[in-house]
């Protein structure tokens, strides 16, 4: 049974049209994770939540935005898709932030596309 | 600087031979720990195996054990006996101590051949 689910596994926006993608867990981890992977490159930290302690990283867009209503569910908000924000996005989950053997629990991932 | 590197884009090998995906890493940091995770075409990251940098025995899980080589700074993986489902893309990744997020490599992609 799959732990984090991503919905949609494929989403087509329009170029400047708002998209949501969204994850939930059923891990009740406290920690999840938004990763932007492009073609064939590795996949890039945008932010995480450590419950609803939100972290951005320092490079991330701010065209980019997350929210978590509550433990389960994370949602990836891109207000203005622009062509080069086509990516798999990757959302993943931990149970514990900072030891160095956290092991992160990931999605199937969502293929987004920008037309 | 990079502070993962695979220096191998693809790597090709034979149903049941054993092969060797190359990492090497940089950090200043005593404490951290390596990981490798297994990208199936459906996208979906799967964790392999983890070694912490102080561990004195290399890390194994099954058909997968890590070659971790502190001095060098290097943390190869061996999938030994390789079968057609290990085709994938195959990225190491890096966590350094102090609440650090978890960085990864470019990835090797790993083809399996009848």
């Known amino acids: 049974d799959a732990m984090v689910i991503q919905n949609p596994r494929y989403q087509v926006t329009q170029f400047g049209k708002p998209v949501t993608l969204s994850c939930s867990q059923t891990?009740?981890?406290?920690?999840m994770y938004w990763y932007q992977q492009k073609s064939s490159q590795a996949p890039k930290l945008l932010f995480h939540y450590y419950d609803k302690d939100f972290n951005n990283e320092a490079d991330t867009p701010d065209n980019f935005q997350s929210r978590r209503p509550n433990t389960s569910f994370c949602f990836l908000d891109i207000r203005s898709p622009g062509l080069g924000d086509a990516a798999m996005y990757l959302c993943?989950?931990?149970?514990?932030?900072?030891?160095?053997?956290?092991?992160?629990?990931f999605g199937s991932g969502t293929q987004l596309s920008v037309l | 600087a990079q502070k993962i590197t695979q220096t191998q884009p693809g790597m090709f090998v034979q149903e049941k031979e054993a092969v060797t995906l190359d990492c090497t890493y940089d950090?200043?940091?005593?404490?951290?720990?390596l990981f490798w995770y297994k990208q199936p075409s459906s996208g979906e990251m799967i964790f392999l195996i983890y070694?912490?940098?102080?561990?004195?025995q290399n890390a194994t899980e099954g058909r997968y054990s890590l070659n971790f080589q502190k001095a060098r700074k290097s943390a190869n993986l061996v999938i030994s006996a390789s079968q057609l489902g290990d085709s994938a893309m195959y990225f190491c990744a890096m966590r350094e101590g102090g609440y650090s997020t978890l960085t990864f490599g470019k990835g090797t992609m790993l083809l399996v051949s009848p």
């Open positions: 891990l009740n981890h406290n920690v």
């Open positions: 993943a989950t931990s149970s514990i932030r900072g030891a160095t053997n956290e092991k992160l629990f």
């Open positions: 950090t200043s940091d005593q404490s951290y720990g």
């Open positions: 070694q912490g940098s102080y561990d004195e």
